[in-house]
């Protein structure tokens, strides 16, 4: 394997919906490839227009960026999904017959942001929709949250009840009208209109007084919610302390970001540093948060405390247009729910359970048939990484390169997704959040129903996690249906190789925080070789206690305490670190007694877990107020400086142990030594990066994929890719599928297939 300095040729392939047939679409694409010297093709497909083209990364995506600036005046985007692929070797650039076969699945479009036309007709005094903030067309507007069942009719959407008036039904009967056909159309006559509630759902407004009023109501430090697109918003001025105090204490969320809506894109890039490729995410069609760093703002601190990092999105709907232009100062804009609850659609059930938190509810009479969070994204090597999928992005399907058995997946515990497969389509729900709270699960039963009815599909099978405890388990055992048992990094492997279409052999490499192992244990610092049949776990990161169990997920200063149990027993109690600093002498002889007798204390190859331990010793983070807290602030402290790698060593054996005592020393002697803790950070992701590659090397796969939650951490992830590309390797990750726990029902879908194929 030889050495790759620059990033090697790629395909980038892009599947788009949307008013792109018959508009002059496929010879724009042609010519455009032609003038990037980009080889490939494109073609029609039941699945939408489907574009590849290959060459180097940085024409790849001036073409995907020119695609979208340039396109023919009568073409519209409705979604537009990029996947950068390993290079088919074409040559030339062909125009291909137009695929009428395969599955002709009709699909439930994504929502789509508001598009340039209505966004003039909205403000235009003249327009009959001026001022409207539930106008939509053919080319933007609700679809997944309105859909009730298919065919795609207005009968079959929440807007059922309201008729078309004249003028609106000449519209949607012209076929030379912008809403010729559009199903949610609507308009001021016909349509549905604003409310402003009060705690109580007294009605104070109505109409465009109810937004003036609750424009007002923001600008003076009030508390809103906003029933949107996909559920509830909280709205507040991002400049109000006070507010955002009481939005912290209201959602008991001490200091998880919350996301923020800007009035403009000229905004934005004066607050935050920007690419093209992220402007291009944040005035896409699918419109979501865009993680971007921040560079300088006058902020509330309570919006990121501590980030470097600021969740941002434009307004994506008529009524979100009109409210933040009468603002023009950018707003917190969080999901509308309690802690580990999901997003409310309903306004009866948002007075009772955000009635204590919101001074004000701006609601509306157009009903949500089912949430959809705002999506999250973030850059990546230069590519989208999608973290959180819903609005926008859902229910779209992930084509595979092969077909599945028809069957379903229920995912797993945290930021779960269920999924379905028929043929060659995996269709992976919205966001569904942490199966804790009777509201979540009560989301994941719709989400499995919906799926199954919408799709008319009849699943042979259901997949699901090996952990017997999981709701999503149970509720898998009870379908009445065969139950496929999939280990956890089995699955998070195979969504990465489904969505890179990669075939076996390939390395998978797999961190995150928890997974359970079929040896009972808890795994998490996987290197999982992917074969024909199944797979071998051909390494791991050094188990170490976790006094406590569970708990140690909440407390890192539990996680560190156990790293230094494995690395120098009974002397850890002796040293004077942050961590331990963190315990009570009384806390600290309890903790010390249940790790000499072995008394919950599982063993962990956690990577999710070595990281808070890390964090911990650092003394950056002793409680983890939500998931990945720790971890994150390690990412972000870092400071780079050059080359500096603190060591680990591989243990043969099978599995092989990657061992990071040496690592750890390393640190601690740094530490006393004074070295500040984002060197010590930059030293200890480094140290990591060459354990991958020395595992890369002993396993020779020329592939290798990145999954887990831990692979949300940028700087991990492009370190790897560069290192292990610099070494010949193939490096995969993820794009359209969350690393995350959000990307397990898909590999669960992948791992039943194989299974159930080795028995015929
Ligand atoms: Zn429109
Ligand atoms: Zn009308
Ligand atoms: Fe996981």
């Known amino acids: 394997m030889g050495a790759a300095l620059s990033p090697p040729l790629a395909r980038l392939r892009l599947v788009i919906h949307g008013a792109v047939q018959g508009v002059g679409f496929r010879p724009f694409v042609y010519r455009l490839a032609g003038e990037l010297s980009l ?38 985007i409705h979604s537009l999904e990029p996947t950068f692929l390993d290079p088919a070797g074409y040559r030339g650039f062909e125009i291909r017959p137009s695929l009428e076969s395969g599955a002709p699945t009709a699909l439930v479009l994504p929502d789509i942001a508001t598009c340039p036309d209505c966004r003039r007709e909205i403000r235009s005094p003249s327009d009959r929709r001026f001022r409207y903030p539930f106008a939509n067309c053919t080319n933007c507007g609700p679809r997944f949250t309105i859909i009730e069942a298919l065919p795609y009719d207005r009968p079959h959407t929440t807007m059922k009840g309201f008729p078309l008036c004249p003028r609106c039904l000449a519209e949607y009967e012209d076929p030379a009208d912008r ?39 923001l600008r003076q430090g009030g508390l809103v919610a906003l029933k949107g697109l996909g559920g509830f918003q909280f709205l507040a001025d991002a400049h109000n302390t006070p507010a955002l105090e009481r939005l912290r204490q209201g959602k008991q969320r001490e200091e998880k970001p919350f996301a923020l809506m800007y009035p403009s894109l000229e905004q934005v890039e004066a607050h935050c540093r920007i690419s093209a490729m992220e402007a291009r995410l944040l005035c896409a069609p699918e419109a979501p948060i865009v993680l971007l760093r921040r560079r300088d703002d006058d902020l509330s601190s309570l919006v990121a405390p501590g980030h470097p990092c600021l969740g941002i999105m434009l307004p994506y709907t008529p009524l979100h247009h009109l409210l933040i232009e009468k603002l023009d100062f950018p707003l917190v804009a969080t999901s509308g729910n309690l802690a580990d ?12 359970r955000l009635g204590d938190i919101a001074d004000l509810f701006l609601v509306h009479n157009r009903p949500i048939r089912r949430h959809a969070d705002d999506s999250i994204v973030r ?21 595979l390169s092969s077909p599945l058995p028809t069957a379903m997946a229920v995912g797993a515990h945290l930021k779960n997704t269920v999924a379905l497969a028929v043929g060659n389509q995996v269709f992976v729900s919205q966001h569904l959040g942490d199966l804790e709270t009777a509201p979540a699960l009560a989301a994941f039963d719709l989400a499995l129903s919906d799926l199954q009815q919408l799709y008319s599909a009849r699943p042979e099978a259901v997949a699901c996690d090996l952990h017997p405890d999981y709701l999503s388990t149970r509720r898998a055992q009870g379908l009445g249906l065969r139950v496929v048992e999939v280990q956890h990094h089995y699955a998070h492997v195979l969504s990465c190789m489904a969505e890179n279409h990669l075939a076996p052999p390939v390395l998978g490499v797999c961190w995150d925080g928890t997974g359970y192992g079929p040896d009972q244990m808890v795994w998490g610092g996987e290197f999982l070789l992917v074969e024909e049949k199944g797979y071998r776990r051909l390494g791991h990161l050094r188990p170490f206690p976790l006094p406590g169990g569970d708990q140690a997920v909440r407390e890192p200063r539990r996680a560190a305490l156990g790293l230094l149990w494995a690395l120098c027993g009974e002397e850890a109690l002796t040293l004077d670190l942050p961590a331990l600093r963190a315990f009570t002498p009384a806390e600290l002889r309890v903790l010390a007694q249940m790790l000499r007798r072995g008394v919950n204390t599982p063993l962990t190859s956690s990577a999710g877990r070595l990281f808070d331990a890390t964090a911990s010793l650092l003394g950056l983070c002793q409680h983890n107020r939500f998931e990945g807290q720790t971890a994150m602030q390690l990412e972000f402290a870092l400071e780079e400086e050059g080359e500096v790698i603190y060591p680990v060593t591989l243990l043969a054996g099978e599995p092989a142990t990657l061992d990071w005592g040496p690592m750890i020393e390393a640190l601690l002697a740094d530490q006393r030594a004074g070295l500040g803790p984002g060197r010590i950070s930059a030293r200890f992701h480094n140290g990591l990066v060459e354990g991958i590659l020395a595992i890369a090397r002993l396993a020779g ?4 994929a990145l999954s887990g939650g831990c692979f949300q951490n940028q700087y991990l992830s492009e370190r790897a890719i560069t290192r292990l590309r610099a070494e010949g390797f193939r490096p995969h990750w993820h794009q359209r599928i969350p690393p995350n726990d959000g990307g397990i029902s898909l590999g669960q879908l992948v791992a039943a297939g194989r299974i159930l194929a080795m028995e015929v």
């Open 701 to 704: 796969q020329e592939q290798v």
């Open 341 to 352: 609850e999901p997003i409310c659609i309903d306004e009866g059930e948002a007075l009772a």
């Open 39 to 76: 080889a490939g093709w494109v073609n029609n497909s039941p699945q939408g227009v489907v574009v590849e083209v290959e060459g180097p990364p940085g024409r790849l995506q001036e073409m995907l960026l020119r695609l979208e600036k340039e396109q023919p005046p009568l073409a519209a």
């Open 379 to 399: 850059l990546v090597a230069g590519r989208e990484l999608v973290l959180r999928r819903a609005r926008g992005y859902a229910p779209l399907p992930v084509l």
């Open 179 to 217: 809403r010729f056909h559009a199903q949610p159309i609507a308009c001021p006559e016909c349509g549905p209109h604003l409310e402003l509630w009060d705690r109580q759902g007294a009605v104070l407004a109505t109409h465009h007084q109810a937004l003036l009023e609750t424009a007002r109501a």
